[in-house]
C-alpha cells in the first residue's frame, strides 16, 4: 500500500471518531523518514484513545503491521508511526504547545526562500 493509501485510510479513521482539526503536512521534500504528518485533536484522555485505536485498527484492516505507538498511557500526544505516514492525536493544550505542524511548514518556508 503506498503512502497516499495510507494516508487515506487515517483521514478516514480520525474522521469516524470525530477527531478535532484534522490537519495534514507532506513532508517528502524535507525529509526522507516519511512523506506525511497526519495531526488532530481529541476532547479527552478516553477520546484521543479511542481515535488512536480506530487508526491502528483501519491499518490493521488492511494489513499494515508493525505500528509504532508512543504516549498511549498518558494520552495527551500518541504518536503513530507507519512508516511513510506518522498520525499525531493530541490534547488541544499540547497541540498548541509544541506546534508541529508549524514546525515543519517553517522549515519548508525557509528552504524555499
Known sequence: MDSDEKLRLVQE????????????????????????????????????????????????????KGVRREGYQEARWILMDFGDVVAHVFDPEDRKFYALSEFWRRDRAAKTA
Open 13 to 64: 479513521a480520525m474522521e469516524e471518531l470525530k477527531a478535532l482539526d484534522i490537519e495534514v503536512v507532506p513532508v517528502s521534500d524535507r525529509t526522507h523518514l516519511m512523506d506525511y504528518l497526519v495531526l488532530c485533536s481529541g476532547t479527552s484522555r478516553i477520546h484521543i484513545r479511542s481515535i488512536a485505536d480506530h487508526v491502528v485498527e483501519a491499518m490493521k484492516e488492511h494489513d499494515i
